[in-house]
């Protein structure tokens, strides 16, 4: 069986994880960039019976599903995976497999931005550098309002971490019930307060209809000059433009973002040049213990299926 595996940007995967149950049954080709265009992953991708998909680096297209007559299997880290055109795959009798991870390292990462967000982290970082003293003011979190948008596994973790810090926590989301809000001592607010009352608005959701452009200009004009928005659900939930409009006018504080419309960002996307914004390349998920944990699930699922059983199919 010859395995494609995709946008291994570290090039570990086959050093954090135990391959050898598939020694003899499997033939790994590991990939470590992105490529973009139907036509150059087709080419890339042909001949192969089995892909490994790293989250959604690399989409897979009906078009580009349709058009690989070796394919059998594809196995995506996460339990979720919405640049798979799953439909096409079971069309085709392709089996779709998810390969469990951990959801602490995500919140970690989020609340890692909001800690260096209100204590100048990397402002202060490179003033030492440049061989400044104490030129910036930071912020007591204690007493400060965290707004959770979304309050499951990772938001409920950011709550957590916001009531451990002494911080009033928020939350907001659509389907938010009183019961749940109770469960993690949350106060249950609407949307609009969530945003205007929040001095970090902490993004937790999933990306979907409904979600994608939740946060546009109305929205981010709702927000304290002094706040500050921390994304690392997915880039499409924060209307793009807008937000850079926000950070360029100091309409609000600054944001942290671990998540983009485009990924790979590219070198001249206007957020790498914005003062009051901190960046990580969505590494939120990105630690050497999950991604073992991913590996070592994708490592279950290829042995099944070698054995004559998809394991974990999520197709649907």
Not at 235 to 261: S, T
Not at 267 to 280: C, G, I, K, M, V
Request: glycine content about 10%.
């Amino acid at each position: 069986m010859r395995v494609a595996i995709l946008d291994d940007y570290q090039n570990v995967a086959l050093t954090v994880a135990d391959w050898s149950p598939l020694a003899g049954k499997a033939e790994m080709t590991v990939f470590n960039d992105t490529i973009t265009g139907e036509d150059a992953v087709v080419e890339r991708l042909s001949g192969f019976d089995a892909i490994v998909c790293m989250r959604e680096r690399t989409p897979l297209t009906a078009g580009i599903i349709n058009r690989l007559d070796d394919l059998k299997l594809i196995i995506t880290t996460g339990l979720r995976n919405a640049s798979i055109d799953g439909k096409a795959a079971r069309a085709r009798g392709v089996d779709v497999c998810g390969a469990a991870g951990a959801g602490a390292p995500a919140a970690e990462l989020g609340w890692a931005l909001v800690m260096g967000l209100m204590k100048n982290i990397a402002p202060d970082d490179k003033s030492m550098r440049d061989g400044q003293w104490q030129p910036n003011l930071g912020l007591t979190m204690s007493g400060k309002t965290l707004a959770c948008l979304g309050l499951g596994n990772l938001g409920a973790r950011m709550a957590k971490f916001g009531q451990a810090f002494g911080m009033n926590v928020i939350a907001w989301s659509q389907n938010l019930t009183e019961e749940r809000c109770a469960e993690l001592g949350v106060t249950k607010v609407s949307k609009e307060e969530a945003l205007s009352q929040g001095d970090v608005v902490c993004i937790k959701l999933v990306l979907s209809d409904r979600s994608r452009d939740l946060i546009g200009a109305a929205e981010l004009a709702l927000m304290k000059p002094t706040a500050f928005i921390v994304n690392t659900s997915r880039g499409p939930i924060i209307n793009e433009a807008a937000l850079i409009d926000a950070l360029r006018n100091r309409k609000i504080a600054g944001a942290g973002l671990d998540v983009y419309n485009t990924e790979p960002l590219p070198a001249d996307h206007p957020f790498r040049t914005l003062d009051n914004t901190l960046l990580s390349p969505h590494t939120g998920y990105v630690t050497r213990d999950n991604l073992s944990a991913m590996y070592a699930s994708v490592v279950e699922d290829l042995v099944a299926f070698a054995g004559g059983k998809a394991i974990n199919v999520i197709n649907d």
